[in-house]
């Protein structure tokens, strides 16, 4: 083999090298990413994908009066209507629901699930419920234990003169009635059970400042290509120079675009193909 072949195997095989580790890194975008966005997806469920019935507002434990604003989230793919209810707490076995209003046939996200007028009940504990009504399965519920204090006067007691007692007479002691001013019963909050089938939105896996996150791992592999089509690129034009001056420049273009340039124009064709076809597919859903 002369020197000159020798001499032109060398950037050759830099050239090949290059485009070996372009290919593994598509390959790499292509393999790791799709993992990732499933791995987020199922690990923050987004209203589009899961059942969420949430209570915002009144917390646990409130306490309430007047108008009270219920603010939440209720929302199912399967979705039908939902009702808003409350019941004194405790309450008899024969004690039904009382509505809050008519249910609503529109889901709600973050918003204003009804308006609950307490002006006409009396203080104590009660039981706020929402129910989610599927359209292929079993009611979601999702229930708050609030306080009712609606601010009721509390009687002023006034003070009575002081009698200067009499001596008995004959007729019998002269008794004079006692009044007695009797506390109503401390009321003792009791447990409130968990709901079955509410679905809670868990936190995420990924944090969305981290660098694992799927955009920035897309960021980053486009940034690595292109610094990896420059250098490909000041390789060429080293070639080509190299070539030219030994009088060889035509073959090596020629083998250039068919072991490199092709190749690689390809895979980028494909990749666009497949954004494209994935995007179709994402508006038609």
Not at 7 to 23: D, T
Not at 147 to 173: C, D, I, K, W
Not at 267 to 278: D, E, L, T, V
């Amino acid at each position: 083999m002369s020197a000159a072949g020798v001499n032109m195997q060398s950037p050759i095989k830099g050239v090949v090298r290059i485009v070996g580790l372009i290919q593994l890194a598509l390959l790499a975008w292509l393999g790791i990413l799709k993992p990732l966005n499933c791995m987020a997806a199922r690990d923050n469920p987004t209203p589009e994908s899961s059942t969420v019935v949430v209570i915002s507002s009144p917390a646990e434990g409130a306490i309430v009066s007047g108008s009270v604003m219920v603010i939440g989230t209720v929302f199912d793919p399967a979705f039908e209507s939902y009702e808003l209810e409350f019941l004194p707490d405790p309450a008899p076995s024969t004690t039904d629901w009382e509505a809050v209003q008519p249910p609503v046939e529109q889901m709600v996200i973050n918003g204003v699930i009804g308006s609950w007028d307490t002006t006409g009940l009396l203080d104590g504990f009660y039981i706020l419920r929402v129910t989610l009504n599927r359209t292929d399965g079993e009611p979601v519920r999702v229930e708050r234990q609030v306080t009712v204090s609606n601010a009721t006067p509390t009687p002023t007691l006034t003070a009575q003169p002081t009698r200067t007692p009499e001596p008995p007479s004959a007729e019998g002691p002269d008794m004079a009635p006692t009044s007695l001013i009797q506390q109503p019963p401390t009321r003792t909050p009791r447990p409130t059970a968990t709901p079955g089938g509410s679905t809670s939105t868990p936190q995420g896996l990924i944090p969305p400042d981290s660098p694992l996150q799927p955009a920035n791992l897309r960021r980053a592999a486009f940034h690595g290509m292109l610094i990896a089509g420059g250098v490909f690129v000041l390789l060429g034009i080293y070639s080509f120079v190299r070539q030219s001056i030994r009088g060889s420049f035509s073959d090596s273009w020629k083998w250039i675009w068919r072991e490199v340039i092709g190749p690689l124009v390809d895979a980028i064709q494909r990749q666009k193909q497949k954004r494209k076809k994935q995007n179709d597919t994402g508006e038609d859903v």
